[in-house]
Nanobody
């Protein structure tokens, strides 16, 4: 059984930082993409950032420069470093992964086979 388990969410003040982790078990994703989406209350799930099997990274335009995705294939884990957090970053953050080495539709929800349960990030003003 494949599981993606996020951790590292919480409450932080505006301008603060958080580092989310997502550990995968049950399958290795070393040849696929791993990344992050987020969903704010009443809104759709939006793309945040993703890292490919060979280290290529893609980000939502609005988040470039503040958020960084990285991965440790030996640990089957992906990370999201979030700096300069703003109240509008408040959301549930979801880890996503798939086995494809392609970058086709890499920013789309429906590409990803596996999802975590989400971790809440709240940024206070």
């Amino acid at each position: 059984q494949v599981q993606l388990v996020e951790s590292g969410g919480g409450l932080v003040q505006t301008g603060g930082s958080l580092r989310l982790s997502c550990a995968a078990s049950g399958r290795t994703f070393s040849s696929g993409a791993m990344g992050w989406f987020r969903q704010a209350p009443g809104k759709e799930r939006d793309f945040v950032g993703v890292i490919t099997w060979n280290g290529g990274t893609y980000y939502a335009d609005s988040l470039k420069g503040r958020f960084t995705v990285s991965r440790d294939n030996a640990k089957n884990t992906v990370y999201l470093q979030m700096n300069g957090l703003k109240p509008e970053d408040t959301a549930v953050y979801y880890c996503a992964a798939d086995r494809s080495g392609s970058v086709w539709r890499i920013q789309s929800n429906d590409r990803y086979e596996y999802w975590g349960q989400g971790t809440q990030v709240t940024v206070s003003s």
